[in-house]
Every structure is written in C-alpha cells, then in structure tokens.
C-alpha cells in the first residue's frame, strides 16, 4: 500500500523519525540522544508541527517534521496536549503539578493556576513513590466537542476536570481506590460516558462527579495505560476500543524481578467487555506495551510501541531490575484491522515510551 506516514518515536534513547513511502521505511533523524522521552503530539491540520518532550530537559516543537526543534518551555514537561478545536491552542502539564497553557502554538504560555487553588485534601495525595515524591500531570484531555471542558490526570493525586477552560476545578475521583492516573477520556462526541485508566484498573463512568465503576469485563490483567477509540466503521454503531495493559506495575516488575507479561485488549460494545487480541504478537510479552498511536490517514490502523524503560531515576539501578525495565532494545507494531492482527515493522530502536504518526507531505 503506497501512503505517506511520518511516524515519531520517543524512546529511552532519544527521538527517532522515520517517513514510510511505499511500504517501505527509511530514518530521516534521530535527534536528543541522551534525552528520555514522555510524552509526544502533534497537529493534524498542520502535520509538520510535533510536540515532544525531553524529560528532566523541557519541551520542544519542530514546524518541518523533525528536521530542526525549538524549546519552548524549560523544566519537568510530562504532558502535551493539542486541543483538537483549535491547533493553536496547546497543553503542558508538569511535574510537580502545574498546568500550563498556549494560545500561539507554544511560543508564549500562561499558568491556569486554578488547579492550585483545589482543596488541600485533594493536594495531599499528589505524589509519587520516587524523589522528589511531588507527583506529576500524567495526561491533558480536552473534550472533543467542548474546548471548556477540561480534565487531568495525575501520576499519584486521580482525575481533576475543569467545565471553564481551566479557571477552577474539581476532584472526580470517588470510586478508583489507587490514584495512580495514566489517561481520562469521554467516548468521543459524547459528554454522558467517560474512561479512565490507572496502575490498578481500567474505569468508566456516565458522570465522573457521581463515582466511577470498574470497566474490566474480560481483561485479565491489572494495570491499564494507553488506551485509544478507533471510529465506529459503516457496519457498527460504536468506536471500537483498544487498550494496553500488564500484569502489575513498574514497581512490581522490579522487586519481583519479573516481566511485565502485557497484552492488549479490544472492545466493540465501548468496555463492556473486552476480549484479548494475539495474531501477530509474541506469545509472552515480557515488555510494556507503553504506547497507541492512531494512524494519520487510515481509521482501520494502529501503531504500538514496545519497550523496556526505565525512565533513568525513577528506577534504584543499585540493584537488579526486571526484563521489563532493563535498558534494551525497542519494538513497533502496526495492524490494519483494528487490533485483530499485528505485524512487526522492520525498525530498530531503543526502548519505545511514546509515539506519534502523521501524515508526510
């Protein structure tokens, strides 16, 4: 199949881009070498213009798909959101907790300081289990239909939404038991079912102010991450869902020595149920599929990034670590049918954390 794809991969080891012309894939760059990356986004009006990352570093933006990059914001950037109503409009959640906003495409930014002003209650559980134990903005939402609303996760603290733009907010969090946040979602054009995942569970909602309930019907394991809404096709009503998960968490995997035995699941009845999908993947999968990545142009494709990642110092590297955290090589899938089946691309790179795939002119 001839198509044009630019795909970009955040990984321990810096990031890497290639352009896919053909079938085929050829690396156009591989940028920030000693940089650890977290988080990645782009424009899809405007696919030349990525959003990435570099942990301990700041966050940089290139406007010819990954040929040159340009900080825009110093310190600790853990997420990047594009609002998907309007290009120029960007998020930046930080550690410690801050969210930030641009209304230029990044090239001038202001504190929604609202989210400080939440009550204490709510302030004290923000935290992580590693220095500085400040906890971190984990993901940005903006709602597809409603740029006012907003929501946040945090990696310790839970979910936070905001119905003005970010002025003030509330914590929406009753019902998941470990607040240990990766991503908060609406199915898409809807403001009446919501989604969230953590590192002890996979959770819907209709009102996230009134609880959540777990949403776990045929997954079998425990700690749920990336997770992705496909379009509904001609002969189905609704999106079909897609979730990466493993058994256990990062600090599990280390002090059991193990791996981290991930597995991805699908949904056609928006997380009723779920059922395993298996063609094409390693049996075992002793690393954490970290990352989904829609397709720029075909609705029918995904992306997964794989990878053994350590993210530097949040691991003790005085002891022995996991298979599911030892610096090593990476992996990239893609299917094109909806997560029935993947195939391994022929790419080599460290190990993938996140990726974004756009559309190449």
């Excluded at 690396?27 to 070498?33: L, N, S």
């Excluded at 929501?151 to 839970?158: A, D, R, S, T």
Aim: proline letters at 6%.
């Amino acid at each position: 199949m001839a198509e044009n794809v630019r795909l970009y991969a955040g990984t321990q080891h810096g990031l890497v881009v290639w352009r896919q012309r053909s079938g085929g894939w050829e690396q156009v760059g591989h940028e920030f070498k000693d940089g650890c990356f977290d988080t990645i986004t782009g424009c899809r009006q405007r696919p030349e213009r990525v959003y990435a990352a570099v942990a301990w570093d700041g966050l940089y933006r290139t406007d010819d798909g990954g040929a040159t990059w340009k900080r825009l914001l110093e310190g600790e950037v853990r997420a990047i959101t594009v609002d998907p109503s309007n290009e120029n409009v960007v998020y930046a959640g930080t550690e410690p907790v801050h969210l930030y906003r641009s209304e230029d495409g990044g090239d001038s930014w202001e504190e929604l300081t609202g989210l400080q002003n939440v009550p204490e209650e709510v302030r004290k559980n923000w935290w992580t289990p590693y220095p500085p134990a400040t906890g971190h903005v984990r993901y940005v939402y903006v709602h597809d239909s409603d740029p006012n609303f907003l929501g946040v996760c945090l990696e310790h603290g839970g979910v936070l939404r905001s119905f003005d733009r970010g002025a003030s907010w509330e914590d929406v969090s009753q019902g998941i038991d470990y607040l240990d946040m990766h991503m908060f979602k609406a199915l898409p054009g809807k403001k009446d079912r919501f989604y969230a995942s953590s590192a002890r569970g996979f959770f819907t909602s209709d009102d996230p102010g009134k609880g959540w309930v777990r949403a776990e019907n045929g997954i079998t394991r425990n700690y749920s991450h990336d997770f992705m809404f496909l379009p509904p096709t001609p002969e189905s009503q609704q999106p079909t869902m897609l979730i990466a998960t493993a058994d256990g968490s990062p600090g599990f995997w280390r002090r059991e020595e193990r791996a981290a035995d991930s597995a991805i699941f699908r949904s056609f009845d928006t997380g009723q149920s779920w059922q395993r999908v298996v063609e094409g993947l390693p049996d075992q999968m002793d690393h954490m599929v970290w990352a989904l990545a829609e397709h720029p142009t075909d609705h029918n494709a995904v992306f997964a990034g794989i990878g053994p990642v350590n993210r530097g110092q949040t691991v003790d590297t005085s002891t022995d670590v996991s298979p599911s955290l030892a610096d090593g090589p990476g992996s990239i899938y893609l299917s094109r049918d909806r997560g029935e089946s993947w195939e391994r691309q022929k790419l080599e790179l460290p190990a993938d954390r996140v990726l974004w795939a756009a559309a190449d002119a």
